[in-house]
């Protein structure tokens, strides 16, 4: 009989280390009963010497946001097609994805022949902003649309709160660095 118990203590012992990284970090106290069992609890018993063993947790810490947010961007990801000249329209396209918290790229069909290409093949006309969420196409901007097509995409309606949201990602070309312009005099014949 004394192996069952023996094993019975060390499977206890194995599923309290394994389970405790799952419950907040704390003590665990380990002592012995009236009949020789190891015995592992989160408060010490009366009249019996229990050693205190601390237990901590496992966890990660991620900026990816919550499930909804990192299934969303993996299933369905966003791109914008907007121009720095497009104004208004092309604003509130920024500022709808910017409010929602939703991670995008920034794409400009202006930015190289590829681009516009493949912007052309993409939304039919050179119009933007466009809205690409996985293989589901938004041309022009209309609130209503856009937001029922991130909400069929899975993203969350609000910015998650453990998403550490960056700069869109652009490939728009880096301006030129400035070069004054000097106006050498002609020489006098």
């Not at 969303?72 to 791109?79: C, E, L």
Request: hydrophobic share 35%; charged share 20%; aromatic share 6%.
């Amino acid at each position: 009989m004394k192996k069952p118990i023996k094993l019975l203590s060390c499977c206890v012992a194995i599923f309290l280390m394994l389970a405790g990284p799952l419950a907040s970090a704390g003590k665990v106290y380990q002592y012995k009963d009236a009949n020789g069992n190891i015995v592992f609890s989160d408060q010490p018993q009366p009249g019996q010497k229990a050693e205190a063993r601390e237990v901590k947790t496992n966890s990660i810490q991620t900026s990816g946001g919550g499930f909804a947010l990192r299934d969303a961007i993996k299933k369905n990801p966003v791109v914008l097609w907007a121009t720095t000249s497009c104004g208004t329209p092309c604003d509130d396209a920024r500022n709808l994805l910017q409010s929602r918290g939703i991670p995008y790229a920034g794409r400009s069909p202006v930015t190289s022949a590829e681009n516009l290409a493949e912007f052309k093949k993409l939304a039919g006309d050179s119009m933007v902003p466009v809205l690409q969420v996985g293989g589901v196409v938004q041309r022009g901007f209309q609130e209503e649309e856009w937001r029922a097509a991130l909400d069929a995409a899975g993203y969350p309606k609000s910015p998650d709160p453990t998403y550490k949201n960056q700069a869109p990602e652009s490939n728009a070309p880096k301006p030129a660095p400035f070069v004054p312009q000097v106006q050498v005099p002609a020489k006098p014949r």
